[in-house]
């Protein structure tokens, strides 16, 4: 991977340069990568940087780092990775090097695993569920309920145990170099836990199969699913570094309707929720999706938590939630939003500060299309703040918060009650990013 300039502000853990000899010997007891600040650095083995962001407050996050060969693995099945994540109430250190894709849909032999099969013996179908759930005769006043809501519940029950996947604390998971090493059709649950690293992952097509229909939910009611890519939920010093999400190959577009709502199979990226804390987001990728990053479950999650940074990351193709924001700190600086519309996924908002959320977001870059509205990059609900600097918008410095503010009648609050101090590499300028970041972030690291 080539060291652009910007890489330089990267100080001890991101300028890596590798020869082809080294990638082809990674497989084995770990991958060595040249640093050319820093000499020799083991990528599995890396631990976050010092005031880099809310998840080097404290203790820090160090993953992994102690583990010993006993607990230590290289996984490529489903089967693999149940075994190497052990209880998740195991605290031991462990490293999980991830190499290739592991398809969650299969079963302990590597078998495919359908929707039908988990429908299988429920007593579940779409087809009888749509009937008996269609709001000109069941109503719109009410969830669904009797038979077949349980059936469809027992049947999402099955798809969970097979593809929901439990992190326990002082682990670190890395993709093998090389391998296109990554999750389809996962859920990575971090729940309750401390000290979790994630690095060089591709998150691709967490579907649920079975959606449930919500007739109160909104006007016109919607179809609502149950698994993200990556879940915090209560977890704390949590470092998501150089992954991708996407909902690829089943894109939203290809989503039927039914009740005149589109059959949602797809919830979120990556989502920090339930009193999750101290948690750094850098480098990632997140391509082709709707509802992409919540931070705080409810208007009433957690006070005093929900501290969390979001940098050099990239947005593209992205309808909301970038993120949507409640309650905590939240420091989001030099990342890219292309709000270009991509495979149908076109851009409702950017960041939406509510819950009386404390945002600063500062040398970020907007690319918009030709007619998009600045006013329209954020969002809130009256009682969220942003303290904006440093943004531009195809390269023109922009007051996103007064372009919002004038066009809304629940205006952001323009000012925070906290100041970041945990900002290793912030670029003072945004103007390079959108290259700089077009080939560094993402699950790119020594491809």
């Avoid at 439990?166 to 682990?171: G, L, M």
């Avoid at 007064?402 to 000012?415: C, I, Q, R």
Wanted: charged share 15%; aromatic share 6%; proline share 3%.
């Amino acid at each position: 991977m080539a060291a652009p300039a910007h890489r330089r502000s990267l100080r001890s853990r991101r300028t890596l340069v590798v020869t082809a000899a080294v990638v082809a010997a990674g497989v084995g007891a770990g991958v060595v990568v040249m640093n050319a600040n820093a000499g020799t650095v083991d990528l599995y083995h890396q631990t976050l940087a010092a005031k880099d962001g809310w998840a080097s407050s404290g203790t820090g996050t160090t993953g992994g780092t102690k583990a010993d060969a006993a607990h230590t693995f290289t996984v490529s099945t489903r089967a693999q990775l149940v075994k190497a994540l052990g209880s998740a109430t195991d605290t031991a250190p462990r490293i999980i090097k991830v190499k290739g894709a592991i398809d969650a849909n299969t079963d302990d032999a590597g078998k495919k695993l359908t929707c039908a099969d988990y429908a299988a013996g429920t007593g579940y179908s779409l087809a009888a569920y749509l009937k008996a759930y269609d709001p000109a005769t069941y109503g719109r006043s009410k969830l669904p309920s009797g038979t077949q809501e349980k059936a469809r519940a027992a049947a999402q029950s099955k798809q969970a145990k097979n593809i929901i996947f439990k992190v326990p604390a002082n682990t670190t998971i890395v993709g093998v170099p090389g391998t296109g090493a990554g999750l389809t059709g996962a859920m990575l649950q971090v729940q309750n836990v401390d000290n979790v690293i994630v690095r060089n992952m591709n998150f691709a097509a967490t579907e649920d199969c079975f959606p449930q229909w919500d007739p109160t939910d909104g006007s016109t009611g919607n179809w609502n699913s149950n698994y993200d890519s990556v879940t915090l939920r209560g977890a704390t010093h949590v470092w998501a570094d150089h992954n991708t999400f996407t909902d690829a190959p089943h894109l939203d577009s290809a989503n039927p309707k039914y009740y005149g709502r589109e059959y949602q199979i797809h919830d979120g990226s990556l989502d920090i929720t339930k009193g999750s804390d101290l948690v750094t987001v850098s480098y990632n990728q997140f391509t082709n999706h709707d509802k992409t990053m919540l931070i705080g479950s409810s208007d009433t999650d957690s006070v005093g938590k929900l501290r969390v940074s979001i940098h050099h990351n990239v947005w593209k193709g992205i309808i909301q939630r970038a993120p949507l924001a409640r309650i905590g700190q939240i420091h989001i600086y030099n990342n890219v939003y292309d709000v270009t519309p991509l495979n149908g996924y076109a851009t409702q908002y950017s960041i939406n500060s509510r819950a009386k959320a404390q945002v600063v977001a500062e040398n970020n870059y907007w690319k918009l299309p030709s007619g998009a509205k600045a006013a329209k990059l954020l969002s809130g609900d009256g009682t969220g703040s942003v303290k904006g600097s440093g943004n531009l918008v195809n390269g023109t410095t922009t007051d996103l918060v007064a372009a919002y503010n004038a066009a809304s009648s629940k205006d952001l609050k323009t000012t925070v009650n906290w100041t970041p101090t945990l900002t290793t590499g912030l670029e003072t300028s945004a103007k390079n990013l959108l290259t700089s970041l077009a080939t560094t972030t993402g699950a790119c690291l020594l491809k």
